[in-house]
């Protein structure tokens, strides 16, 4: 690939009639992707679990001329079961009957202790929601992206999870499962038209990054509407043959 995808440029309608479900679309990265996708042609589906939130975004995305209609997909994640999947599988599979992208961004800090200090709750409930949604999420709508012509799952790594870091604790260790997780999913279908691939976000300017480093000039961060290019690049057709790769957003 001779292009950086930090630098991809993309026309105004590439992601035209696609249909793509973003975990965690109610705030930060996910909002933002959902913004931008929506205003290039795709039809959106936004996950999260505060309907107020989902709302003001759905609102937003009502107000971009000419968007497709999006539509709310409400879970919780740290309660969800499997039935809870099931359910939203089936429910996005009588609506739309495909899915073209599934980007799965949600995920939770937990606190910044030592493994000597760290909760066992605590740990478990990260591990839940940053590590078995993603394969909960990926499993039941396998079938739905492999419905699609050119079907592309994101997962959202970070920096912690390629090089292990003191007092990231689960965090950390959940993002090297989370790069562990699409390289085995992009194994599994080297010869399908799956692409599998993950996406760092870096230092951006979110209510997760907030909570990590409380003391930081938030100013001098990137906005999410800033780090987006590599999203849109997965998601759209230039991206076709790139799986099992991990880029970094900026």
């Known amino acids: 690939m001779s292009t950086d995808p930090r630098e991809y440029t993309y026309p105004d309608d590439i992601l035209r009639d696609r249909i793509i479900l973003i975990t965690g679309a109610s705030d930060g990265i996910g909002k933002a992707l959902a913004l931008r996708a929506a205003s290039l042609g795709a039809q ?14 759905y609102d937003a995305i009502e ?6 209609r999006p539509s709310i997909a409400v879970m919780d994640l740290e309660s969800a079961n499997a039935e809870s999947y099931t359910t939203l599988a089936r429910s996005i599979e009588a609506e739309f009957g495909r899915l073209d992208g599934l980007v799965l961004n949600a995920s939770i800090l937990g606190e910044r202790y030592s493994i ?4 066992a709750v605590l ?6 929601v940053n590590v078995t ?6 499993q039941v709508f396998l079938p739905l992206l492999q419905q699609s012509a050119d079907p592309s799952v994101i997962f959202t790594s970070s920096g912690v999870g ?3 870091r003191a007092h990231w604790g689960a965090y ?3 993002k090297f499962a989370t790069e562990g997780f699409s390289q085995v999913l992009a194994d599994e279908h080297r010869h399908g038209k799956l692409r599998s691939n993950c996406i760092n976000p870096g230092a951006t300017r979110t209510s997760m990054r907030l909570a990590a480093f409380p003391a930081e ?4 961060l990137k906005r999410p509407e800033e780090i987006l290019a590599p999203y849109i690049f997965l998601l759209g057709p230039d991206s076709k043959g790139i799986t099992g790769e991990s880029f970094d957003a900026q």
Do not use: C, N
């Open 217 to 220: 000039d938030r100013d001098a």
């Open 172 to 174: 950390a260790v959940s």
């Open 133 to 138: 949604s993603i394969f909960a999420m990926t």
């Open 162 to 164: 390629r090089t292990g």
């Open 63 to 68: 107000a971009i001329e000419g968007t497709p």
């Open 123 to 128: 740990w478990q409930k990260v591990m839940h």
């Open 44 to 57: 959106v589906i936004l996950h999260g679990r505060s309907v107020p939130k989902l709302e003001k975004v």
């Open 116 to 119: 000597e200090q760290y909760d």
